[in-house]
């Protein structure tokens, strides 16, 4: 297999408390709940972000706000889990932020998760883990912006031009030209390499059309969600065609029954849109924050 390129071998892979949480997320079953592993207290930025969004889920869920010390209630375990995870991607594509001020994949990929999220809460399938497999589905992309902002961030723009103007593009040969690897080669050589979760192999690069079982059902929420995401508006590539929702959802029975509870399908598209903007808000970043104030 072809050597990723150097500027990717250097960046720093998930902090270890984080790959082993990705394990654990895997793996609870209603027997066996969620054991958070230890969080980075020697990391207090990190810890006042994770207390930050807590606060703000609690409130818009209408429970109490909770303190340092009952981030720790096994009770709380799932919520904190997912906040984790959000703010360590977060917190890798910063550089990207600062360099490129390009968020567009940013919003596409907390989008991801939400959407993923919601496809599988009606399927009543592990809700945690759809949403970790849409925030990370398409890890080699995040490590290339990680490695590569701005370079990757005109290769967007061009990519989105090319759609636009109803011209053929390879964003995969173009990436390969670029960095000598397409982002689903490197997103293989990651999950090998950080040591990810076998659950995570059938998500990252292309979706493992040939997976079983458990996986199976996975790879096909975080495909609709997906879907879902660029449909609501949040895509990377905005001149990308569109599927309607409710054609993605129509392939889900009891998620198309759960979204009916709605009085229209605009209602509903409306209330995920509120959902993912809602995230948005939560892991905003202070250089998020000012630019959308300059540009309001």
Request: glycine letters at 6%; one cysteine or more.
């Amino acid at each position: 297999m072809i050597a990723p390129p150097a500027s990717i071998k250097r960046l720093e892979p998930f902090p270890s408390f984080a790959i082993e949480l990705l394990k654990r997320i895997g793996s609870p079953s209603a027997k066996t709940p969620l054991v958070l592993p230890n969080l980075p207290t020697d990391k207090p930025q990190f810890m006042e972000d994770l207390l930050r969004v807590a606060g703000e889920s609690a409130r818009a869920a209408g429970t109490p706000v909770p303190d340092m010390e009952s981030l720790m209630d096994p009770a709380e375990a799932p919520r904190i889990a997912e906040i984790v995870i959000t703010l360590v991607v977060r917190d890798y594509l910063r550089r990207a932020f600062l360099e490129s001020e390009d968020y567009r994949y940013w919003r596409y990929t907390l989008a991801c998760a939400v959407c993923s999220e919601q496809v599988a809460l009606p399927l009543r399938e592990n809700t945690l883990l759809a949403y970790a497999a849409g925030l990370l589905h398409d890890i080699g992309r995040l490590v290339l912006i990680a490695a590569f902002p701005t370079q990757y961030s005109n290769l967007l723009t061009l990519t989105d031009r090319k759609f636009a103007a109803g011209e053929t593009f390879d964003i995969l040969e173009y990436e390969r030209l670029l960095f000598g690897m397409n982002h689903f080669d490197i997103g293989n050589w990651v999950a090998r390499t950080w040591q990810l979760p076998l659950w995570l192999r059938s998500i990252v690069g292309k979706f493992d059309e040939k997976a079983s079982g458990q996986h199976a059902a996975l790879v096909g929420t975080i495909r609709a969600g997906t879907r879902l995401a660029h449909s609501l508006g949040f895509g990377y590539l905005e001149a990308a065609p569109r599927t309607d929702v409710r054609q993605i959802l129509n392939a889900f029975p009891d998620a198309d029954k759960h979204w009916k509870i709605l009085d229209s399908w605009e209602y509903a598209e409306e209330f995920l849109r509120g959902k993912v903007r809602a995230r948005l808000q939560w892991y905003a970043t202070g250089e998020q924050v000012s630019r959308e104030r300059v540009s309001g």
